[in-house]
């Protein structure tokens, strides 16, 4: 089974909370191979850059930077699937239809329709909305 993980179900298996415990075993219990995108990738940078930036400058930026570093060690331990031109044109033709959907997320709804793969996300209200599009929520 091959499984993409947004954001939310990502963060949850990598920081080992109790429901990423639990997914973590019914990816285990499935037979599943679990693969992230870039643009969560993009994410989880952006997010740690932005409380880099929030910080005043010094001893106030090294828990951040720590965090940072640690984040990106995290992703050798993942495959991450690519942008590529086949999803581009996905998204392009989602984007003319699905206006309502944010861009990040129809970019990994183009990466999981290009692979055919089934995409784990705590966001069905949007995800449901695409087109040949197999989303679940493992974590609720």
């Not at 993409?4 to 219990?29: A, F, Q, V």
């Not at 910080?55 to 690519?82: M, P, S, W």
């Not at 086949?86 to 329709?113: N, P, Q, V, W």
Request: hydrophobic share 40%.
């Amino acid at each position: 089974m091959f499984v993409i993980l947004d954001t939310n179900h990502y963060r949850e298996m990598l920081h080992e909370t109790e429901l990423g415990g639990k997914l973590s075993e019914r990816l285990r219990e499935r037979d599943a191979d679990a693969f992230t995108t870039i643009v969560t990738v993009q994410e989880i940078t952006q997010g740690w850059t932005a409380e880099i930036n929030r910080c005043k400058t010094g001893r106030d930026q090294v828990r951040a930077y720590e965090q940072f570093e640690n984040a990106i060690h995290d992703f050798a331990d993942i495959t991450i699937l690519a942008f590529d031109s086949e999803a581009a044109e996905i998204f392009h033709a989602f984007s003319a239809s699905l206006r309502r959907i944010g861009t990040m997320d129809l970019k990994i709804a183009a990466i999981a329709c290009s692979h055919g793969a089934l995409l784990l996300s705590r966001n069905l209200r949007d995800f449901t909305q695409v087109p040949g599009l197999t989303v679940e929520n493992w974590l609720d």
